[in-house]
């Protein structure tokens, strides 16, 4: 068994600042890509962020310049840093990773359960 769990939602007004992490826990051999998505009532998930292994990263234009994603490969988490917050930015926000659980296993996708921001006056 294999799970995302992310913490650090929250209300905050526009302009402010929030960090979302994610840490995966259980049988694991190995991550890949992990990222950040997220969805308003109605509309699709979107990909905000993304990470690879090694580092490097993919912002969606609507972030960029004000979002930052990290990860630590100790710890199986990945950041996300969310400055100069605007209303736009309030959705679910859920975390993603491909997980890999022994040597020669088939990567698998994994999904958070979502945490909220809502970013209002």
């Known amino acids: 068994q294999v799970q995302l769990v992310e913490s650090g939602g929250g209300l905050v007004q526009p302009g402010g600042s929030l960090r979302l992490s994610c840490a995966a826990s259980g049988s694991i051999f190995s991550i890949n890509d992990m990222g950040w998505y997220r969805q308003v009532p109605g509309k699709e998930r979107d990909l905000v962020a993304s990470?690879?292994?090694?580092?490097?990263?993919n912002l969606a234009d609507s972030v960029k310049g004000r979002l930052t994603i990290s990860r630590d490969n100790a710890k199986n988490t990945v950041y996300l840093q969310m400055n100069s917050l605007k209303p736009e930015d309030t959705a679910l926000y859920y975390c993603?990773?491909?997980?890999?659980?022994?040597?020669?296993?088939?990567?698998?996708?994994?999904w958070g359960q979502g945490t909220l921001v809502t970013v209002s006056s």
């Open positions: 993603n990773a491909d997980i890999r659980r022994y040597l020669g296993g088939v990567s698998l996708e994994v």
């Open positions: 990470i690879t292994r090694g580092g490097s990263t």
